[in-house]
């Protein structure tokens, strides 16, 4: 069965950098077809997803994003990350890891973690 | 980017009633669409994926339909686990977005 959980600071303070890691269990992050992506969800802005990464190294973000996030692929610890620079209240939300499966249908997700952005 | 719209955004609803949900994209996407069920404090959990194609261990009083810009999300039959909230989300193209929820209340 695929499981995968966040970890990382529930509290980060403005103009920090949010780091957030997801172990991954169940599957190979070197399993081809899966795109290791990150979600985030607040009550203001729903769902959005942040971008992903595959096992070539391949990365996308959403363009509002893309200057301040990076994914990263840790195979020997069957993990990925990511890394969110200068944050603001406005990043405060549930940040989910999940697999994405040809970048057809997100068909495993973590159970989230809140994070609150706040000095 | 491509616009996702959901209506309604809640309905309040009974056991044994059928619901009809329905999502717009702002584009084409063919029948790359997806919904998702989410619980309060839950991740989403996928039901539907490719606009009709029923997730493994979904119910089948679940089903979905469409293509190209409208798509819809039947639930027959509703059960009392299936008051939650339901978004819509397309994967024709990055970035990935979602439709704002449907939220199910009981009636």
């Known amino acids: 069965q695929v499981h995968l959980q966040e970890s990382g600071p529930g509290l980060v303070k403005p103009s920090e950098t949010l780091s957030l890691t997801c172990a991954v269990s169940?599957?190979?992050?070197?399993?081809?077809?899966?795109?290791w992506t990150w979600i985030r969800q607040s009550p203001g802005k729903g769902l959005e997803w942040i971008g992903y990464?595959?096992?070539?190294?391949?990365?996308d973000y959403n363009p509002p994003l893309q200057s301040r996030a990076t994914i990263s692929l840790d195979t020997s610890k069957n993990q990925f990350s990511l890394s969110l620079t200068s944050v603001t209240a406005a990043d405060t939300a549930i940040y989910y890891c999940a697999r994405d499966r040809g970048i057809t249908k997100i068909d495993f997700w973590g159970q989230g973690s809140l994070v609150t952005v706040s000095s | 980017d491509i616009q996702m719209t959901q209506s309604p955004s809640s309905l309040s609803t009974s056991v044994g009633d059928r619901v009809t949900i329905t999502c717009r994209a702002s584009q084409s996407i063919t029948t790359y669409l997806n919904w998702y069920q989410q619980k309060p404090g839950k991740a989403p959990q996928l039901l539907i994926f490719a606009a009709s194609f029923l997730q493994s261990g979904v119910p089948s009083r679940f089903s979905g339909s469409g293509s190209g810009t409208d798509f819809t999300l039947t639930i027959s039959d509703l059960q009392p686990e299936d008051f939650a909230t339901y978004f819509c989300q397309q994967s024709h193209s990055t970035p990935l977005t979602f439709g704002q929820g449907t939220r199910l209340e009981v009636k």
């Open positions: 169940g599957v190979s992050v070197t399993t081809g077809g899966s795109y």
């Open positions: 990464i595959y096992l070539n190294g391949k990365v």
